[in-house]
């Protein structure tokens, strides 16, 4: 089975913070994937990438970077934290496009920005 | 960009009976998906409609897609408790990189 790992489950870090997430996923995809997801808003893609070192802006990435040094982690960085960003991360892979094949999830970041 | 909207928002229904969820979409497609998510942890992926096909079963599970209609219907038989949780139907777009449209989601409640 495909397995996403994100780093933290719960993080609670302050405002003006650099904030690191993490994820790893071991199934060699070349596509990684992520998330915030807010109550009445569903899932906003922030960044993704299919390749490393390769990165495409989401619907929402003000306020936050990416890094993919390795093919099967991807980080996602907030460069200073604001209260605004507090919310649940969700990390994915895939296969490439084309593929018909399904994105696999992490369990999710709970962030607080206090 | 909100592709997939679910319909209803949230559904109530009784252990035993079926729940019925929709999901229209507004571009053509290379295939739907619906995913599964417990609250407080990560989605979960149930199934994957082509464009090119009509109907799909898992177990319990019935997806349909009607791309003349831009709609899917995601269908649970018999549900238990254990079905309670929210599902997404998201669309792979044609020419996209991979990246899925989420809807917003049904929460769905089954009463024991």
């Known amino acids: 089975d495909v397995k996403v790992t994100q780093s933290s489950r719960y993080l609670v870090k302050r405002t003006g913070e650099k904030v690191f997430l993490e994820c790893v996923q071991d199934?060699?995809?070349?596509?990684m994937f992520w998330y915030r997801q807010d109550p009445g808003l569903g899932l906003r893609l922030i960044y993704f990438?299919?390749?490393?070192?390769?990165?495409e802006k989401g619907d929402i990435p003000e306020g936050y970077s990416v890094s993919r040094e390795k093919k099967e982690r991807f980080s996602l960085i907030l460069e200073s934290a604001s209260t605004n960003q507090t919310s649940m991360y969700l990390c994915?892979?895939?296969?490439?496009?084309?593929?018909?094949?399904?994105?696999?999830f992490g369990d999710g970041t709970r962030l607080s920005i206090l | 960009s909100q592709q997939g909207e679910e319909d209803p928002q949230a559904l109530s229904i009784q252990e035993g009976e079926n729940a019925t969820m929709n999901c229209s979409y507004k571009?053509?497609?290379?295939?739907l998906q619906w995913y599964r998510q417990n609250s407080g942890r990560g989605l979960v992926h149930l199934i994957l409609?082509?464009?090119?096909?009509r109907e799909k079963h898992s177990g319990r599970l019935r997806v349909t897609l009607d791309t003349s209609k831009k709609s899917s219907s995601l269908l649970i038989t018999a549900s238990r408790a254990a079905d309670t949780a929210s599902y997404f139907c998201?669309?792979?777009?044609?020419?996209?990189?991979?990246?899925?449209?989420f809807g917003k989601g049904t929460k769905l409640s089954v009463k024991p």
């Open positions: 994915a892979s895939s296969s490439p496009p084309g593929d018909n094949q399904p994105q696999h």
């Open positions: 199934m060699d995809h070349e596509n």
């Open positions: 990438s299919y390749d490393v070192k390769m990165k």
């Open positions: 571009t053509s497609i290379n295939n």
């Open positions: 409609i082509r464009s090119n096909e």
């Open positions: 998201a669309t792979d777009e044609e020419g996209s990189q991979g990246n899925l449209i």
